[in-house]
């Protein structure tokens, strides 16, 4: 039997390292397709795009194996290369899966980077509505994530589609942007571009006709509510994860509360359970406990003589007196007991008696009760802690010796 649940456990182990395994193979292909695409020395471009395919092709081997987040970073890269590689993309389901994800859970540069090769299957498909949206929301990311690169790309092809609809101003305005991050980053072929289209453009401004400002002007409108409704979902899109980051974190915070709490009653279980087996053995009499120092307080003695004498109970005011000497000679006095049951004040009041070497007699005038009564409170309270063993004296022994 035992060598069997070995072999179970090798086996567990064993499967747990060969997922482990598959999934740092299968990131691995993921990061390095990408680095390649990253690189921009033109004269590997087509041996890096083949390289590229090969690992992306080796990952979708796999792909049944892959998280979502893989399978969205997959979907992206897919994307991606085939945008650069010119090759037609006949449908946006495989990007927009993409963008799904990364808006739900935004990886650094690659929501971005989501919207932006969205907005060129759009715009390659000739739907500039939809290009021009997701253009849009990928310049209203944090500027750290949208790099200068990416910037220029995404102004180029939104300068292209406004040259098609024949906004020219705004056709040129865009290009010049492009061609601004384009000369940051030293990129010198889309600086090229970037000129050669903005003289383009401007000869198609000057062979327009005037009568052509009406029809601009209501493109361009169309481009303002295109633009605010992409600003409007971009922050729908950031109140929605907030909400979710912020049931997540009371989610972690209600369970840490509730792992403290259990932790904290199993503590102090065990540390009742533990003082109660160090202070009492049940298997042994209970007159064998050793007994602690005496106690003596001048006050108390002459308060407890004074009520006698009176023939009076003790008050409130007496009983706190009382209880706050004890606890200064014996602080754990009272933990102690209320470590072994839930005591009833009564029987509290007669321990703290028992405790100043009270006689019964005097206790029951103490507390305006009948000696039978003090004494069989003394026996519940021994039998309750002591399982049904000893008497009301053996009690006062215990007490005596905490």
């Known amino acids: 039997m035992r060598s069997k649940s070995a072999l179970i456990a090798v086996v567990a182990v064993t499967l747990s390292l060969l997922s482990c395994s598959g999934a740092r193979q299968r990131r691995q292909l993921l990061v390095r397709a990408d680095s390649l695409m990253e690189r921009i020395a033109d004269s590997s471009t087509s041996s890096r795009q083949d390289s590229a395919r090969l690992m992306l092709q080796q990952f979708a081997l796999h792909e049944g194996d892959a998280t979502e987040g893989e399978r969205a970073y997959y979907a992206l890269l897919r994307t991606r290369l085939a945008v650069e590689s010119g090759q037609p993309i006949a449908t946006d389901s495989l990007i927009m899966a993409a963008v799904d994800f990364f808006e739900e859970h935004p990886e650094g540069r690659r929501l971005c980077e989501a919207y932006y090769y969205a907005g060129c299957v759009h715009d390659d498909a000739r739907q500039g509505e939809k290009a021009l949206a997701h253009f849009q929301k990928a310049l209203l990311e944090d500027s750290s994530v949208v790099g200068r690169k990416l910037k220029a790309q995404i102004f180029e092809r939104m300068g292209l589609i406004y040259s098609r609809n024949e906004l020219y101003e705004e056709a040129i305005d865009a290009q010049r942007m492009a061609l601004y991050y384009y000369g940051c980053e030293g990129d010198a072929a889309g600086v090229g571009r970037c ?136 602080p754990s006095f009272r933990d102690d007991l209320y470590a072994l049951y839930d005591l009833s004040e009564t029987e509290y009041h007669i321990c703290l008696l028992i405790k100043l070497e009270t006689s019964p007699s005097n206790m029951a005038r103490l507390m305006a009760t009948a000696n039978s009564t003090i004494s069989q409170s003394r026996l519940r309270m021994q039998q309750k802690v002591f399982k049904g063993e000893g008497t009301a004296k053996d009690w006062d022994q215990f007490v005596l010796s905490l």
């Open 195 to 330: 000129r050669e289209t903005i003289a383009a453009v401007r000869d198609l401004a000057r062979d327009d006709g005037a009568e052509n400002i009406v029809s601009r002007q209501i493109k361009m409108m169309k481009v303002q509510r295109i633009f605010a409704q992409a600003r409007s979902q971009v922050l729908d899109c950031r109140n929605a994860r907030l909400q979710r980051q912020n049931a997540r974190q009371r989610v972690r915070v209600w369970c840490t509360l509730a792992v403290a709490l259990v932790m904290a009653g199993l503590v102090l279980m065990f540390r009742r359970r533990s003082r109660l087996h160090a202070s009492v053995d049940t298997n042994v009499p209970s007159m064998a406990i050793p007994r602690k120092r005496d106690f003596y307080d001048a006050e108390v003695s002459q308060l407890l003589s004074v009520r006698l004498s009176q023939d009076k109970a003790l008050k409130a005011a007496d009983w706190q007196l009382i209880e706050a000497r004890v606890l200064a000679a014996f």
